[in-house]
């Protein structure tokens, strides 16, 4: 049996008998979504989060970021050349450009995809994927030579390579001391780590690790409209929303062709990833905790800086108020807005306002609050544009011709 993880407590309020969401759709200012006629016009997100005008100002360039997943297919068409080496932590035959399912190679494409070919294309195509392989799901049951402590194994080889963030759409009920020792031991090295808060949260809805560690960004799941999805999790593990639902991935293995469906809080998680990659690259000298602060101080929300929606966290990420807009407190370099704990990964930063304190954020999985809380209605964002907030989970997209992807559970560690 692993022993719990203890977490420090906060002020979170529960907004409304169900969640509350800023809609994408203000960021569309009247354009018109394209066709669906390729895969490319199926990433809703892609119109809805501004991606052509901060793609003027950052791609992403320097960025580097580690996938622990399933194994990249670095040969793709969106793929070919953002790839680096990484490694295989399973010990099981292949390699960590050898991709079992598909879910690791679609996760890499949304993060860093090229779109050539007509393929997925990544929210920051500048920057670059180093993979790191582990044992998901079936293939663990058909690889008896997999190492054991392969997740954490993974967390410290990508906490010692160039890596800033480390992206982890993986998700499982057990903690080990293997891998929190691995997760402190990444933030020790200046990394921003994110995980996928589990798309069970219409079903059992447990917590989830590693997103409930206090140093790991919890991502939910949001859908067109800036709704919740109906699945993520919220299981107080919830620190940023991001889009999910009716995201496209690769249909399995034979990367033969894309399949429409929810990507999950995988996909939402990769994209959170991304997001990072471009704030960090418009500003190389902040810190992880200063990246992190601004996506939080930027997140679309209609609740107090100083509370958290058990739902969705601090709210649905926009990198493109801080790149277009200049927005965001990045707030004391060397306090981690997660734990407000002093952290060792602090460096010099070229811009005066890091020098300053953070703006006040909660700390990471918190008591409960009143359930029946109102929302406070607001009739506009920071920058005038009307909210258009929605009380409700969304209800379950249909999945048309295709699978749905989900947040791939990783096997039980001791």
């Not at 194994?71 to 953002?82: A, D, E, F």
């Not at 680096?84 to 190679?105: F, N, R, V």
């Not at 011709?401 to 039980?412: D, H, N, Q």
Request: hydrophobic content about 40%.
């Amino acid at each position: 049996m692993t022993a719990g993880i203890s977490r420090p407590r906060s002020r979170v309020r529960v907004l409304g008998a169900l969640a509350a969401a800023a809609s994408w759709s203000v960021l569309f200012v009247g354009s018109a979504q394209p066709a669906a006629a390729d895969t490319q016009s199926k990433q809703w997100y892609l119109t809805a989060m501004q991606t052509d005008d901060m793609w003027k100002v950052t791609t992403g360039e320097g960025i580097k970021v580690a996938v622990i997943d399933s194994g990249v297919n670095s040969s793709t068409p969106s793929l070919q050349g953002q790839v680096l080496k990484g490694i295989d932590a399973t010990e099981a035959p292949g390699e960590e450009t050898d991709d079992y399912s598909g879910h690791g190679t679609t996760m890499a494409e949304l993060i860093a995809g090229t779109g050539k070919g007509g393929g997925l294309k990544g929210l920051a195509p500048g920057a670059k994927v180093i993979p790191f392989r582990i044992a998901l799901d079936e293939f663990e049951k058909e690889k008896p030579s997999i190492a054991i402590p392969d997740v954490a194994n993974a967390i410290r080889a990508a906490a010692d390579s160039e890596a800033r963030i480390i992206s982890m759409s993986i998700g499982g009920f057990y903690s080990s001391p293997a891998e929190s020792e691995a997760i402190k031991y990444a933030k020790s090295k200046g990394k921003l780590l994110f995980a996928a808060v589990g798309n069970e949260g219409h079903k059992q809805n447990k917590t989830g690790y590693p997103a409930a560690y206090p140093e790991v960004v919890g991502v939910a799941s949001a859908d067109r409209v800036g709704k919740v999805s109906y699945y993520s999790q919220h299981a107080g593990t919830v620190d940023l929303a991001s889009p999910g639902s009716d995201v496209p991935g690769w249909c399995d293995n034979s990367f033969k062709s894309y399949c429409d469906g929810d990507g999950g809080t995988s996909a939402a998680t990769a994209i959170a990833s991304a997001s990072a990659a471009l704030v960090w690259s418009l500003h190389p000298d902040w810190t992880a905790n200063q990246v992190l602060n601004v996506l939080f101080d930027t997140a679309a929300r209609d609740w107090e800086d100083d509370e958290r929606s058990e739902y969705l966290g601090h709210g649905l990420i926009r990198p493109s108020m801080n790149i277009l807009k200049g927005k965001g407190d990045p707030g004391a370099p060397d306090v981690s807005p997660l734990t407000k704990e002093k952290t060792t990964d602090a460096a010099e930063s070229s811009d005066p306002s890091a020098s300053t304190s953070a703006s006040p954020q909660p700390a990471k999985n918190g008591a409960e609050g009143d359930k029946a809380a109102a929302v406070k209605e607001s009739d506009s964002s920071e920058d005038g544009t009307p909210l258009g907030l929605i009380l409700g989970l969304a209800a379950a997209v249909a999945v048309i011709g295709g699978v749905a992807y989900t947040v791939v559970r990783r096997r039980k560690t001791a």
